[in-house]
């Protein structure tokens, strides 16, 4: 089983900026695959951004975050996180950490959620 333990959400005014952490522990395999992902009230839960463990961590990014949004991550510490500047209103969600473990008996793990609002 894996442990995922978010932290760092908040309201913020337009503009402003916020960084979530998601540190992961238990059963995770050196090839994995940790990212984040919201979902608005009403809406499905959508992808924002995966960074990969090896391959000098290959990034990936929603488009609407494109530019704003940057994730790392620190692989000696099972952790990953999301910088997120120039929020905007649309931005509020709950954000959910994610880890998938690459391979053979791999599997997929959510954390439980923070909340990020947006708003003057």
């Known amino acids: 089983q894996v442990q995922l333990v978010e932290s760092g959400g908040g309201l913020v005014q337009p503009g402003g900026s916020l960084r979530l952490s998601c540190a992961a522990s238990?059963?995770?395999?050196?090839?994995?695959?940790m990212g984040w992902y919201r979902q608005a009230p009403g809406k499905q839960r959508e992808l924002v951004a995966t960074?990969?463990?090896?391959?000098?961590?290959?990034?990936n990014y929603a488009h609407s975050v494109q530019g704003r949004f940057t994730i790392s991550r620190d692989n000696a510490k099972n952790t990953v996180y999301l910088q997120m500047n120039s929020l905007k209103p649309e931005d509020t969600a709950v954000y959910y950490c994610?880890?998938?473990?690459?391979?053979?008996?791999?599997?997929?793990?959510w954390g439980q959620g923070t909340q990020v609002s947006v708003s003057s």
């Open positions: 960074i990969t463990s090896t391959s000098g961590g290959r990034t």
């Open positions: 994610n880890l998938e473990n690459l391979g053979i008996q791999g599997g997929n793990y």
């Open positions: 238990g059963r995770i395999f050196s090839r994995n695959a």
